[in-house]
């Protein structure tokens, strides 16, 4: 089950920010806030990561609080394109072969519409 | 950016029969790839993780026999759905990690399969 608390939709009006919610309280120094989005029958397409840091890229910016018990994904100009349902997700680690390894377990995440 | 591949995109097959789903990451060695399966209007729910030259890990309730996972290069996975059933009828979809923990997981197109 999943370790974050994402609401189940959203609207945005095309052109508009939009910004989604995410809460992670039980999040662990080391672990990591991973967002993902589908559109519909495709596979989840990679935004964006990261551990305390605000980070940006060319799709969005992450916005962790300090305590890292939250986050937002901002979608600085959304466009009918970004519908989609929204994941937010705190990999899960253990010990594998020695190795650590995340495990990314999926909630229901967020659908967001975007209007034109 | 680092691709997934997976083949074939969708497939159909008989009751009965085994069909074989390739996941292949492009430009990167992957030690690790991650095999998942997502029901209509549902979330995707991970099946098992697989190791590059080792027996794969199942998630609880996900049976081996069932489900057989080969990952014999650091480029290939395969997940063979043996004797197949209407129930197993799915999109399945496989991830891979570039990198190490904290680094990025990229998921491939997903593939559609139909049991008649």
């Known amino acids: 089950d999943a370790k974050t608390t994402q609401p189940t939709s959203m609207d945005c009006a095309e052109g508009r920010a939009a910004n989604l919610p995410c809460n992670h309280s039980?999040?662990?120094?080391?672990?990591?806030v991973y967002w993902y989005r589908q559109i519909h029958s495709q596979g989840p397409q990679y935004i964006i990561h990261?551990?305390?840091n605000n980070e940006t890229n060319e799709m969005a910016s992450l916005i962790i609080t300090e305590d890292r018990k939250s986050s937002t994904l901002i979608l600085p100009h959304a466009t009918l394109r970004d519908t989609a349902v929204y994941y937010c997700?705190?990999?899960?680690?253990?010990?594998?072969?020695?190795?650590?390894?995340?495990?990314?377990?999926f909630g229901r995440g967020t659908q967001l519409t975007v209007w034109p | 950016g680092a691709v997934v591949s997976q083949h074939p995109s969708w497939v159909i097959c008989k009751s009965g029969t085994s069909v074989k789903i390739e996941c292949r990451s492009l430009?990167?060695?992957?030690?690790?790839m991650f095999w998942y399966r997502q029901f209509p209007k549902q979330s995707l729910m991970l099946m098992a993780t697989?190791?590059?030259?080792?027996?794969?890990?199942?998630e609880q309730g996900v049976e081996k026999d069932k489900f057989l996972i080969n990952h014999a290069s650091l480029t290939l996975s395969t997940l063979t759905v043996t004797s197949a059933h209407p129930e197993d009828s799915s999109f399945y979809i496989c991830?891979?990690?570039?990198?190490?923990?904290?680094?990025?997981?990229?998921f491939g197109e997903g593939s559609w399969l139909t049991v008649v």
């Open positions: 991830s891979a990690r570039f990198g190490g923990l904290g680094n990025t997981i990229y």
């Open positions: 039980t999040i662990s120094g080391n672990e990591y």
């Open positions: 990261g551990l305390k």
């Open positions: 997700i705190v990999p899960r680690l253990g010990l594998d072969r020695g190795s650590t390894l995340g495990r990314l377990y």
């Open positions: 430009d990167f060695q992957a030690t690790t």
């Open positions: 697989s190791n590059e030259g080792s027996k794969a890990t199942y």
